[in-house]
């Protein structure tokens, strides 16, 4: 049996203020994406690699990672994500029983944290996803009004990848209704009943949407960031 990733790069990234997909925005040269796929590829425990890219980028996006990942698939990307994710399953050979779901924008991913998520499913959980204990002070409000404030002992920032044993993966897929706005493919797992396994995530794994977060990326990469 094979572990896939699968990485949805179909998204516009306005708040990124580009002229381009989110994926192909450049940093240090490169697009965003090339950065995260050579990570995971780095990481040694990825079999295959599909990446879900918009439908006028895909001929690039295969340009691109073919150097990198030999025999890498691209498919259009849907109208949501979810849509996309599906898309990327689809087209999975038969013999994958692990699957990665992975955002581009997260680039700076070390390789290690690829390798404790497959590890983690192998060892029997059907969701798993990386974590960092949550920082900052969080309230819930209603309007302009704080309600109360959150214990945040209990909570934890989710990054990608997350990682699923396929068969409950596909079924989570199946079941959400099309079009669904979701962010978090754990989240339909959760839906269903599966339990969720945490693993430690790691700093670098922010996710770039803004200006200010390529300047971050910029500076780790100018200090050796693997």
Known sequence: MRSALVVPAAGRGDRLGADRPKALVLLAGEPLLVHAVRRAAASGVIDVVVVVAPAAACDEVHALLAPLVPGVVVVPGGAERQDSVRRGLDALPDDVDVVLVHDAARCLTPPAVFADVVA???????????????????????????????????????????????????????????????????????????????????????????????????????????
């Open 120 to 226: 983690a499913v192998r060892a029997g959980s059907p969701a798993v996803v990386p974590v960092l204990p949550v920082s900052d002070t969080v309230k819930r409000v209603a309007g302009d009004t704080v309600v109360e404030t959150v214990d945040r002992s209990e909570l934890v920032a989710v990054q990608t990848p997350q990682g699923f044993a396929a068969g409950p993966l596909r079924a989570a897929h199946a079941a959400a209704a099309p079009g669904t706005a979701a962010t978090d493919d754990a989240g339909l797992l959760e839906s269903l009943g599966h339990p969720v396994r945490v693993v430690p995530g790691h700093q670098h794994a922010f996710k770039v949407t803004r200006p200010v977060d390529l300047v971050l990326a910029r500076a780790l990469l100018a200090e050796g960031a693997p």
